[in-house]
């Protein structure tokens, strides 16, 4: 297998540990994963879908799992590289080649591949749907306000709802919803003069 230079980003420690990443491959190929080549390395997918990934890093080579989020993890292996911005990729770092256990990778590859077959998946960006209790009160006494409402997009409907919840006091929220009547009922968005 002759390395290319082309290798870069992610993958461009692949050479050091080109033995190891050999290895762990030839364990996802005994899965019904199916390899392409994605952002210039490995991935292995179930119909269509990305499941696991491997490469080199400086320090260590690693197996991350698309929807890691999901799996039980008891071995405790798994880690988010970004808190924050991480929500369902998790890795397996490992930095030598004693560290591969093919038991167990397999049972987290197959019970990967089991989430996959559950659509277990985070959805992106679909916000949590926010109530407002107060916002509903006022529509249910003003059917134009409700109908008015309704016309707006769904993002656009969010943001309103977004603006009166995330005031603490529902003193605020009420002003908060005096502001906005006007704007629902003249089907002006809240952001519409920022765009």
């Known amino acids: 297998m002759e390395s290319n230079?082309?290798?870069?980003?992610?993958?461009?420690?692949?050479?050091?540990?080109?033995?190891?990443?050999?290895?762990?491959?030839?364990?996802i190929d005994k899965t019904e994963l199916t390899e392409t080549t994605k952002w210039g390395g490995p991935v292995f997918v179930y119909e269509k879908k990305n499941v696991v990934?491997?490469?080199?890093?400086?320090d260590y080579f690693a197996l991350w799992f698309f929807n890691g989020v999901f799996l039980k993890d008891e071995?405790?292996?798994?880690?988010?590289?970004?808190?924050?911005?991480t929500k369902s990729l998790r890795q397996w770092r490992f930095s030598s080649k004693e560290e591969i256990n093919e038991t167990v990778i397999l049972e987290y590859i197959k019970e990967a591949i089991e989430n996959e077959k559950q659509g277990k998946v985070i959805k992106p960006a679909k916000k949590e749907a926010i109530i407002s209790e107060l916002l509903n009160?006022?529509?249910?006494?003003?059917?134009?306000?409700k109908s008015a409402f309704e016309k707006f997009s769904p993002y656009k409907q969010y943001e309103f709802l977004e603006y009166i919840e995330t005031a603490k006091q529902e003193k605020t929220k009420l002003s908060r919803?005096?502001?906005?009547?006007?704007m629902i009922l003249a089907n002006v968005g809240l952001n519409d003069k920022y765009r």
């Open 5 to 27: 230079s082309e290798n870069k980003g992610m993958w461009k420690y692949g050479a050091q540990w080109e033995e190891e990443l050999i290895l762990l491959k030839a364990i």
């Open 53 to 58: 990934g491997i490469g080199g890093f400086k």
């Open 75 to 85: 071995k405790k292996k798994l880690i988010n590289a970004q808190e924050e911005v």
């Open 137 to 145: 009160a006022e529509m249910a006494k003003n059917p134009d306000l």
């Open 177 to 182: 919803i005096e502001k906005v009547v006007p």
